[in-house]
């Protein structure tokens, strides 16, 4: 079993920056993958970055260049950092930990809401 808890969601202005965390905890695997998806109203969740188990980064092409994926394997943290943000990054954005044949884990999202 592995808990992953997502924070610093929040509302910020279009071109303001946010912080996101993911703590993951329990039996996690040292070949662990981890990524953020996100899910707007009415829309089908989609990846928005993801980090394999030996640092292979991956991102949505929508947030290339202004959002960078991070981890602390020693901590079992993930970040994502998220600059110049636009409204149609609004979203709950999700945390997953998984390991293809393992496991395949779920945050419970946390809120991003991006408005003047």
């Known amino acids: 079993q592995v808990q992953l808890v997502e924070s610093g969601g929040g509302l910020v202005q279009p071109g303001g920056s946010l912080r996101l965390s993911c703590a993951a905890s329990?039996?996690?695997?040292?070949?662990?993958?981890m990524g953020w998806y996100r899910q707007a109203p009415g829309k089908e969740r989609e990846l928005v970055a993801f980090i394999s188990s030996g640092g292979w980064t991956n991102y949505a092409d929508s947030v290339k260049g202004r959002f960078t994926i991070s981890r602390d394997s020693a901590k079992n943290t993930m970040a994502l950092q998220m600059n110049d943000l636009k409204p149609e990054d609004t979203a709950v954005y999700y945390c997953r930990s998984f390991v293809v044949g393992l496991y395949d884990y779920w945050g419970q999202g946390t809120q991003v809401t991006v408005s003047s």
């Open positions: 329990g039996n996690i695997s040292g070949r662990n993958n």
